[in-house]
């Protein structure tokens, strides 16, 4: 059995929420495993990040280094694979960090790499079988992944509970001397923040949300319309940010914010999982689509199959005249 | 600068409502309509503004079969230079890493200061890009959402968490992964399309570039898809199938109940 590694991502001394799910994910390829997490980065915040996961890890690689201050990709995967024994299998989250490391270490490893990973089943033989997405969430698919020469994994962020075992007392190994010398065509420069709008749609209780569905920026004023009668605010899917139709500010996802509404309308958003990540506490999501097959109708509490620009304005005249407002 | 950028043919999530086939080993491709990958379109055109502001060539490129042409011709239509078709039965069923192969070899026989792909296909992936500098020996950035030529380096910026931009220096030649929303890409009409429809588009074979057998195709692919299945991921939702005026007035009573009126 191949050993497994996890990549544990931290920041200012906090552990990302996937290293206990990257545990969860470890122990699906074989339940006896006791996977070793790998922490890169410098000085204080590294230490910190370390002894925080010492509860879910019993071995934990550090690397220390200055030039893995911030966690640049090009960087991290000159260290990676200085110091992964060949064949093992290392998991990384899915997120815009392992998009960035994972598919270039695979081929430095020269292992097999495993995208977006939703589930796992059991390692058999030299092979795993692993479940994943494609065309838009619209179908799932069963891939099986030879292992023999070690695999990159990238594991889905919230696809995997985390687990609540905690081990207590792991061991902290240090591996920074054997990194060896760390330069990059890539340098880091700085992070700009995202700017914060007009309106803050993270402190609304309900979103009239809109997705490609809205099919053109003249459209985007019947969800306004309707947002304008609930006193509800509008935000929109990636698609609709894209097209110029909206601000930044109004992208609900893992690339734009993170809302809590109680009601949450998706009208014509299909429903992609970076969209969904931003969906948080549970809101009562109620889901307009045309097309029947919609991934966001796996996850809505109420469907619709209709087309929003028929809907929308119908759902506004139904609350005005509730609330003998004229039209 | 001379880019090259590899775009795929996929069908067009938007347009379509995509179902297993009988045998559940894919999808039904019958009556699908196909497009260009969306990211990738956004990537010629970046391309495109780049050897606007600072000279030199696009190239465009697809490892597919014929009937993948039409996207090239697209791309064509839009402004690139020149397009080839990488079209060979032994790249069949190949997995990422060998169609990342298969562009290696391209790429080695010409010359590009700069390599472009979409973020993602249909697939989801993320994979060609990261896999293709890795093995070139180029740096590379994914996520791509600005570039801006300095001297021998761009200046780039990366969409990471919460719409925050990550900016890098990154020197060339190099691969970025363009990701959507990037720039504005141009409309291209049956007209435009027709003006190009005489260049030719060459259809290079494993020999033409010189790619190595054992690392292509089914046989080299670490990675198999197995089945198709339609997924189940939470409690699918209540479906309301009155009329359009019922169901609005269902969706008022809900929005009520869950506190959303004020």
Not at chain 1, 49 to 73: K, M
Not at chain 1, 251 to 277: D, E, N, R, W
Not at chain 1, 298 to 315: H, K, R, T, Y
Not at chain 2, 142 to 160: A, D, H, Q, W, Y
Request: negative net charge; aromatic residues 4%; contains cysteine.
């Amino acid at each position: 059995m191949p050993r497994i590694f996890t990549y544990i991502q931290h920041r200012g001394g906090v552990v990302d929420d996937s290293a206990a799910e990257l545990l969860t994910a470890a122990k699906k390829i074989d339940p006896n495993t006791v996977p070793t997490a790998i922490l890169t980065g410098c000085v204080v915040d590294l230490e910190v990040a370390c002894s925080a996961v010492r509860s879910l890890y019993s071995e934990i690689w550090r690397v220390s280094h200055e030039a893995l201050i911030y966690p640049n990709a090009e960087v991290v995967r000159h260290a990676l694979s200085a110091i992964l024994p060949r064949n093992s299998i290392l998991l990384v989250p899915h997120d815009h960090f392992g998009i960035d490391l994972s598919p270039g270490l695979s081929v430095k490893l020269d292992s097999a790499f495993v995208p977006d990973v939703l589930a796992i089943d059991r390692m058999e033989g030299e092979s795993i079988s692993l479940v994943r997405q494609e065309f838009g969430g619209q179908v799932s698919v069963h891939v099986r992944c030879d292992v023999s020469t070690g695999a990159v994994i990238n594991i889905r962020p919230g696809a995997f509970k985390a687990d609540q075992s905690t081990a207590t007392s792991g061991v902290i190994v240090d591996k920074s001397s054997e990194v060896g010398v760390l330069t990059a065509r890539r340098r880091y420069v700085e992070t700009i923040v995202a700017e914060a709008g007009d309106v803050d749609i993270t402190k609304h209780n309900v979103l009239v949300s809109i997705g490609r569905g809205i099919q053109e920026k003249d459209n985007v004023a019947i969800a306004e319309e309707l947002a304008s009668v609930l006193g509800a605010a509008v935000s929109c899917s990636r698609p609709v940010v894209d097209a110029k139709w909206m601000e930044k500010s109004r992208q609900v996802g893992s690339s734009g914010k993170t809302v809590k509404p109680k009601v949450y309308l998706a009208c014509g958003i299909s429903g992609a999982f970076q969209h969904l990540a931003g969906l948080k506490g549970n809101p009562f999501v109620i889901a307009i689509n045309k097309n029947p097959k919609a991934p966001i109708f796996q996850v809505a509490d109420v469907g619709i199959v209709d087309d929003v620009l028929e809907f929308l304005p119908e759902l506004t005249q139904k609350v005005r005249e509730s609330r003998g407002i004229a039209a | 600068m001379d880019i090259l950028v590899c775009v795929r043919r996929v069908p067009d999530t938007s347009e379509n409502e995509i179902k297993l086939n009988a045998e559940g080993n894919d999808i039904e491709r019958d009556e699908l309509v196909y497009s260009v990958n969306e990211p990738d379109n956004y990537a010629v055109e970046e391309a495109l503004q780049i050897r606007d502001r600072v000279g030199g060539t696009v190239t465009v490129v697809t490892v597919g079969g014929e009937e993948d042409e039409e996207v090239l011709r697209r791309e064509l239509a839009m402004g690139a230079n020149q397009a080839a078709l990488i079209s060979d039965d032994a790249f069949s069923a190949s997995d990422g890493r060998g169609i990342a192969t298969i562009l290696k070899s391209f790429v080695q026989k010409g010359h590009y200061d700069l390599i472009l792909t979409g973020v993602q296909a249909d697939d989801g992936a993320s994979q060609i890009g990261g896999m293709l500098a890795a093995m070139l020996d180029y740096p590379f950035a994914s996520l791509v959402n600005s570039i801006t030529v300095e001297g021998g380096k761009l200046r780039i910026s990366r969409e990471v968490e919460g719409g925050n931009r990550e900016i890098n220096e990154i020197e060339l030649p190099c691969v970025l992964s363009i990701q959507t929303g990037i720039n504005e890409p141009r409309y291209v009409g049956m007209r435009g399309i027709r003006q190009v429809a005489s260049v030719p588009i060459p259809t290079l074979r494993t020999t033409d570039i010189g790619v190595d057998h054992s690392a292509v195709g089914e046989r080299a692919a670490k990675v198999k898809r197995i089945d198709y299945f339609v997924p189940t991921l939470g409690n699918a939702a209540e479906m309301l199938k009155g009329s359009r005026e019922e169901n609005a007035e269902r969706v008022l009573e809900l929005i009520g109940a869950k506190g959303g009126l004020k």
